[in-house]
């Protein structure tokens, strides 16, 4: 065979091993996933709402979460960078000792899609062990940087026994802009019992202190949920099927 022909057969390859890598990527696209894959995107028991927190821990914010939370007597799942945690082993066992659930967000805020299968497994064993060692108790819940999966984060996921989740509903509480009323406004535009909420309550990779933002929504967002019989809680007791065994250690 020419060069040629070999050539092109090896950028069709390319293409495709590459197609396969991204394919999940669809699911970044929240109307979609919502309907057509509602356990990726956290759809629970219609009488609960999951509250989720995305980029802890950190030192200077997280404790405000911490303390709004305890005074109406609500948890949540934090879902911790392996980095972070690592700067703060006390304040990540504080979090759980409040008797809220601690998830896995990677172990560095890295969009997985530009990462292989090798690197993409190291990241999120990484980050699983450190928080599982810290707390004692191993994670069940995976969260991607950005929310954006790949088919090695998927794979990984599984033999990891993460189980994926990402959201219904965001306040978009990363921007400079966000306040505690557009925060609300955001999240309660899409939010439906069952739903999952997605808020940050560090500012590591959002616009400085934008974190003030949701932590001022919060108490709103659980008047709401209250006013209409939801329940607000972590995913452990949101009825999505998850946590299973590792395939391997």
Not at 51 to 74: I, N
Not at 110 to 127: F, I, K, S, V
């Amino acid at each position: 065979m020419k060069p040629r022909p070999l050539l092109r057969i090896g950028a069709a390859a390319a293409a495709a091993v590459t197609a396969a890598h991204a394919a999940p990527v669809l699911s970044t696209y929240g109307p979609l996933r919502n309907r057509l894959l509602p356990r990726l995107a956290g759809t629970g028991r219609p009488d609960h709402v999951a509250l989720t927190f995305d980029d802890g821990p950190d030192p200077f914010s997280t404790p405000h979460f911490l303390a709004l939370l305890q005074r109406h007597e609500v948890r949540a799942t934090f879902f911790l960078l392996g980095s972070m945690a690592e700067k703060s082993p006390a304040l990540v066992r504080e979090i759980a000792a409040a008797g809220h659930e601690i998830a896995v967000h990677g172990w560095a805020h890295r969009p997985l899609l530009l990462r292989g299968p090798r690197a993409t497994h190291q990241d999120l064993r990484r980050a699983r062990d450190t928080v599982g060692g810290l707390t004692g108790t191993a994670p069940r819940w995976f969260r991607p940087p950005y929310g954006v999966m790949s088919t090695a984060a998927h794979l990984s996921a599984r033999r990891l026994g993460l189980t994926p989740v990402l959201w219904t509903s965001w306040g978009e509480d990363w921007t400079g802009r966000a306040t505690p009323d557009s925060v609300h406004r955001t999240v309660t535009a899409d939010l439906y019992g069952g739903g999952t909420v997605l808020l940050h309550d560090s500012d590591c990779t959002s616009f400085p202190a934008a974190w003030k933002s949701a932590l001022g929504a919060l108490p709103r967002l659980l008047d709401h949920c209250a006013a209409r019989g939801w329940q607000v809680g972590p995913l452990r007791d949101h009825g999505v099927p998850g946590g299973a065994a590792p395939d391997r250690p």
